[in-house]
Antibody, heavy 116, light 112 residues
Framework: EVRLAEFGGGLVQPGGSLRLSCSAS????????MHWVRQASGEGLEYVSA????????YYPDSVKGRFTISRDNSKNTLYLQMNSLTPDDTGVYYC?????????WGQGTLVTVSS | DVVMTQSPLSLPVTLGQPASISCRSS???????????LHWFQQRPGQSPRRLIY???NRDSGVPDRFSGSGSGTDFTLRISRVEAQDVGIYYC?????????FGQGTKLEIE
């Protein structure tokens, strides 16, 4: 069974940093591209980042480029999202997902709150 | 960025009746490899999103055949042949052809 579990969310002050993790099991992690998608409370879905199966290619929208870094450790079946210079606009539930052009499996999400 | 526009944004439906959601993209979603990366997701209240349809018209495993997708180029549709109570939630289209990938605003389906 495919399982994705996000960790690392929490309360952080504006300008602070946070590192999210996504633990994967039930499928060949190293063969799959992975994604981070976020959702502000009561709002829609927004792509945050994506990474190719071997980690060689990463993608970011302008809203997080230069502040967020996606990475993966295929030996640990784990996806990461390093988030720096956080602002209140970054508040929301962060989901990791598996897939090439879209996530076919999603985790349960982890809540990030940026507030003073 | 590619803008995805859904309509309607609110969709009240009677149980057992059909429902249809439109999704239009600001540019063609036909990829250089010939595929069209337009997908549909369902998000039930309090749950993570779930993919229903990938590449326009392919149902994901376990998705009832009441759900179908169609369209091409910039114009796409998700149809539910007979709405059931468990279909309540928000439906999103998403394009995976042009980075950054983008979602529609979401269509809230509710039972009348």
């Amino acid at each position: 069974e495919v399982r994705l579990a996000e960790f690392g969310g929490g309360l952080v002050q504006p300008g602070g940093s946070l590192r999210l993790s996504c633990s994967a099991s039930g499928f060949p992690f190293s063969s799959n591209a992975m994604h981070w998608v976020r959702q502000a409370s009561g709002e829609g879905l927004e792509y945050v980042s994506a990474i190719s199966s071997n980690g060689a290619n990463t993608y970011y929208p302008d809203s997080v480029k230069g502040r967020f870094t996606i990475s993966r450790d295929n030996s640990k079946n784990t996806l990461y999202l390093q988030m720096n210079s956080l602002t209140p606009d970054d508040t929301g539930v962060y989901y990791c997902g598996r897939g090439r052009s879209s996530p076919d499996y999603w985790g349960q999400g982890t809540l990030v709150t940026v507030s003073s | 960025d590619v803008v995805m526009t859904q309509s309607p944004l609110s969709l009240p439906v009677t149980l057992g009746q059909p429902a249809s959601i439109s999704c239009r993209s600001s540019q063609s979603l036909i990829n250089s490899d010939g595929s069209t990366y337009l997908h549909w997701f369902q998000q039930r209240p309090g749950q993570s999103p779930r993919r229903l349809i990938y590449r326009v018209s392919n149902r994901d495993s376990g998705v009832p055949d009441r759900f179908s997708g169609s369209g091409s180029g910039t114009d796409f549709t998700l149809r539910i042949s007979r709405v059931e109570a468990q279909d309540v939630g928000i439906y999103y289209c998403m394009q995976g052809t042009h980075w950054p990938y983008t979602f529609g605003q979401g269509t809230k389906l509710e039972i009348e």
